[in-house]
């Protein structure tokens, strides 16, 4: 297992997205996968940034595994809880301007990893993903 921290900003995303590309490529993923699962990351890890911590700076930390020939990728910081699962999907089979705001982020997250869990452990948001290579 590998982790690291980052700062819960925007402004750390290509970093904490490099350090994901670089342990992915040393699975030796194919490049298909790495750049889905970069996506799905640059959702999450968004998302943690933009709400985790409104009225302060944090941090989100990274830990990366791989187990039985599946990679996953926990996103775990200590902001506000928030279960983004929980959420109801957004109706894709409305146009644009009958649906509401939000949510295709996260479905395309669901829809693009095998699995997708959220827990709120010891006062922090875990946010895993798991994708077969």
């Keep these: 297992m590998v982790k690291r ?14 350090f994901l590309e670089k342990e992915l ?8 996968f790495i750049l ?6 640059e959702e999450v890890f968004v998302n943690v940034a933009h709400y985790a911590y ?16 599946m990679v996953i990728v926990s996103l ?19 146009a644009l301007e ?11 997250v669901k829809k693009s990893m095998d699995e997708v869990h959220y827990e709120y452990k010891d006062n922090s948001n875990i946010f895993t993903m798991k994708k077969k290579i």
């Design 25 to 32: 490529e040393n699975l030796d993923c194919p490049f298909p």
């Design 36 to 41: 889905k699962f970069s996506l799905a990351f």
């Design 98 to 108: 009958e649906r509401e705001i939000g949510g295709l982020g996260i479905l395309m």
């Design 5 to 18: 921290t980052f700062n819960a900003s925007v402004d750390s995303l290509a970093e904490a997205q490099a």
């Design 54 to 69: 409104p009225n302060k700076e944090g941090e989100v930390i990274v830990q990366m595994d791989y187990q039985n020939g």
């Design 76 to 94: 775990i910081d200590q902001g506000i809880p928030f279960n983004p699962l929980e959420k109801k999907d957004p109706d894709t089979s409305l």
